[in-house]
């Protein structure tokens, strides 16, 4: 007896472990809304700042080539290793002799609207150093007729992929080392077009997509002949623009541009709403001052993060979840305001280690891209950078 | 077998007490009983004569040795109102309560912790809100785990026939609360905020039993209670009133195998009205509780062997669902009990009651709520 009243006790101690305690919520009685207090506010940015070098000309992924558009016209360069005069076979240097030569480059963006482009590839002579101090003026000057190696016309459907040069014979001729090129290969890719547009070329930083140099020897041996490819690889390669953007006015949020520009936008968030609130929309809000530069067919991006702390320049920028990493597209020649949802930071701001309430922009692909933009700034008189935030109240749990 | 039955009484899920309910969301929450398992299955009736309820110090010395009681609340309710209806169930542990007799003296103490009010309960709703000029559909649930308890300390003494009880009160508790809100527009982060409401108060209760004859019995009690603290997340945000109670009952024995039983309870619950008005709440208001029952014992020798207990409740509730109503609540009851672990000299060590009540609920605007409440009762005198 005893025994089957401890057991049901312990059944049914056991079977009443389920706890479903949801009812209806009718407004406005029982109704949560009534007491969840949405705000809506605006909030102008207190500081920014804009800082230039991140990224220089050819630090990026990508090499920029233009006949005028996006800001002006643009060469690519590129400097490639020291050709050997003989090679080691079997551990014995043999003179060669030169069987053919594959120049290459990979396109890796251009604007599909516009046709009939043609890639010319040039010689630059060993006066032009191309290095970093290279110039637009004395590229463009040695780009003469004489010194063209290759026209290599580019297929309107051509928007990804590689351009091959193959010299052999009377072609071997277009390539000459002069005794101060010391066998160095200093190229130029300019572009060609009926109206003005631009490419984007894979840089070095890509690897094997980048700019390429290979020669096809054959090396007499007293026996036989072997034919083996000698490859260079690329030492120094970038662009050079005829019209650099050079130091952005300080009154103007700018990002992009080779050397890459950053902004970092700082807000004063009212007590209010960063110590008993939460966020739950946030919106970036930047008004362009000129049409936002970008070649169509680029991705024109707008990357916008977080800050651990205000650094300035320096300032380490939050990328521990990729929810962080935000992003907005750019429209070529925009002019209307630009919106950036930035929830996921603002809703940082409330964690107890305080991240400063600010944003870090920059272009995505830096100094890889066609992409510039200038928006207003807090020194603005129109046109200031602001933040769009919608919060809610604390619930008043004690008063339901 | 006492080993087992503490076990068992281990086992049950503890939680708050009481009742869930849509009529615990407001205020301080669904008000207690603090009746055992025995007087609930009598409608509370005899709740002013039970040693292990918590309605009368005066009781106390109605147990005749050491008792320890354990009461586990298990309810299924079907919640209605304009928005729907939805069924739930919990689980509580509505009351628990040791106190026995002291040797040689007519004096009895006891200790009891139970439930002053509960607030339980999980609310789901949708509405659409508009937001930066454009409406967007939301989804809300409002939850809350938690109540007020109340941690008796008392005692009684029989003089010249009267039996005399007074208790000191420790109202205590806490609330973990949780609002969320989804947007159906995903450029809006969900809502999610929690809460953790804690209350602190104290009170006094009297009470009094006199047998006019050897067949009737009245009882009177009275509680005062002191402003209880709100804390919220340990700050405190305001101070509410505790309201004064005043109860009686009357007992009468027309058989040795036949018990019945009135009472009748008024708690001033309006003192506490500017209080949670000025919260931003919809107000308290006056309530009465009226109940009575019967106990038809089986066995004159041993009246709590397998008796048939029977009751009927009403009652007023305190806190409106919307501001300037009041809900009631009707109730009926059923319940029995065993006694075992009998010794040489007829005392029971060990029992067990059970109780089932049927209680409606209804208030203005269409909100009513049918429940099933199953109390289990578990008795050790040691």
């Known amino acids: ?400 | 077998m006492r080993r087992l039955l503490l076990a068992a009484a281990v086992l049950m899920p503890a939680a708050a007490s009481a009742q869930s309910s849509q009529f615990g969301v407001n205020g301080l929450g669904l008000p207690g009983r603090q009746t055992s398992a025995r007087a609930a299955g009598s409608g509370g009736a005899f709740a002013f004569f039970d040693g292990n309820s918590s309605v009368s110090p005066a009781a106390l010395l109605e147990q005749g040795t050491l008792t320890a009681s354990f009461t586990t609340l298990q309810n299924y309710r079907t919640s209605s109102n304009a928005a729907g209806s939805l069924s739930g169930r919990d689980t509580r542990f509505p009351q628990v309560a040791i106190a026995g007799p002291l040797r040689r003296i007519p004096l009895a103490l006891g200790i009891s912790f139970s439930t002053f009010t509960d607030r339980d309960f999980s609310v789901a709703s949708s509405d659409v809100v508009n937001l930066r000029g454009v409406p967007v559909a939301v989804a809300d649930t409002l939850t809350s785990e938690g109540g007020l308890s109340d941690l008796r300390v008392a005692g009684a003494y029989r003089f010249s026939g009267w039996t005399v009880g007074a208790g000191l009160h420790l109202i205590t508790g806490a609330n973990r609360t949780q609002v969320r809100r989804t947007f159906e527009d995903s450029a809006y982060a969900p809502i999610r905020e929690r809460a953790e409401i804690a209350y602190g108060g104290i009170g006094a209760s009297l009470g009094i039993t006199r047998p006019i004859t050897p067949a009737l019995s009245v009882a009177a009690a009275v509680r005062v209670n002191g402003d209880a603290r709100i804390d919220r997340d340990s700050t405190e945000v305001a101070d509410v009133d505790i309201p004064l109670t005043l109860g009686g009952a009357v007992r009468w024995r027309p058989s040795p195998r036949l018990d019945l039983a009135a009472s009748a309870a008024a708690r001033r619950w309006s003192a506490a009205d500017d209080d949670l008005r000025a919260l931003g709440g919809t107000g308290a208001r006056n309530t009465i509780e009226l109940s009575a029952g019967a106990e038809l014992a089986h066995n004159a020798r041993r009246p709590q062997q397998r008796p048939v207990r029977l009751g009927v409740r009403y009652a007023t509730l305190p806190f409106p669902v919307e501001a300037g109503s009041q809900p009631r609540e009707i109730g009926i009851a059923l319940g029995s009990g065993v006694r075992f672990a009998q010794d040489r000299l007829g005392l029971d060590h060990a029992g067990v009651d059970v109780a089932l009540e049927r209680v409606w609920r209804r208030a203005s605007g269409g909100y009513s709520e049918g429940a099933w409440l199953v109390s289990f009762g578990v008795l050790v005198r040691p």
């Open chain 1, 1 to 400: 007896m005893t025994g089957r009243i401890a057991g049901t006790l312990v059944a049914l101690s056991l079977a009443a472990c389920g706890e479903k305690l949801t009812a209806p919520g009718d407004c406005p009685g029982l109704c949560p809304s009534d007491n969840l207090v949405v705000v809506d506010t605006v909030i102008e940015a207190r500081l920014d700042s804009t800082y230039t070098g991140f990224v220089e000309a050819g630090e990026g992924q990508r090499l920029l080539v233009s006949t005028g558009a996006a800001g002006g016209r643009r060469i690519g360069i590129a400097r490639f290793t020291r050709r050997e005069d003989s090679v080691s076979v079997r551990d014995t240097l043999f003179p060669y002799v030169v069987d053919s030569v594959i120049l290459g480059v990979t396109v890796q963006g251009r604007d599909r609207a516009a046709a009939g482009l043609a890639l010319e590839i040039f010689q630059l002579p060993a006066t032009v150093a191309v290095d970093s101090t290279t110039t637009f003026a004395e590229v463009n000057a040695a780009l003469t007729p004489t010194r063209l190696i290759a026209t290599v016309p580019l297929a309107d459907t051509l928007t990804n992929g590689s351009v091959r040069v193959f010299l052999s014979g009377a072609d071997l001729a277009r390539i000459v080392f002069g005794p101060a090129d010391d066998n160095v290969l200093r190229l130029a890719y300019r572009l060609t077009s009926a109206q003005p547009t631009g490419i984007l070329l894979a840089s070095s930083g890509q690897g094997l997509a980048g700019p390429s140099f290979v020669t096809w020897l054959r090396v007499a041996r007293p026996d036989t002949t072997v034919v083996r490819s000698l490859p260079r690889i690329v030492q120094f390669d970038s662009f050079v623009d005829e019209t650099p953007l050079g130091t952005p006015s300080p009154d103007v949020t700018t990002v992009g541009g080779s050397p890459s520009s950053r902004a970092l936008l700082r807000f004063d968030l009212p007590p209010r709403i960063r110590d008993s609130s939460q966020i739950i929309r946030a919106t970036l809000q930047l008004v362009p001052l000129a049409p936002i530069v970008a070649l169509a067919g680029d991705s024109a991006q707008l990357d916008v993060r977080g800050i651990f702390s205000d650094l300035g320049p320096k300032s380490p920028r939050i990328s521990t979840s990729t929810s962080l990493l935000l992003t907005e597209e750019l429209t070529p020649g925009a002019t209307d305001t630009v919106f950036v949802e930035v929830t996921p930071i603002a809703r940082l701001w409330h964690a107890e280690n305080r991240p400063p309430t600010a944003f870090f922009l920059a272009v995505g692909r830096e100094a890889g891209t066609f992409t510039f933009a200038q928006f207003g700034s807090s020194r603005s008189p129109a046109g200031r950078p602001t933040l769009r935030i919608t919060y809610v109240l604390p619930y008043p749990f004690e008063a339901q």
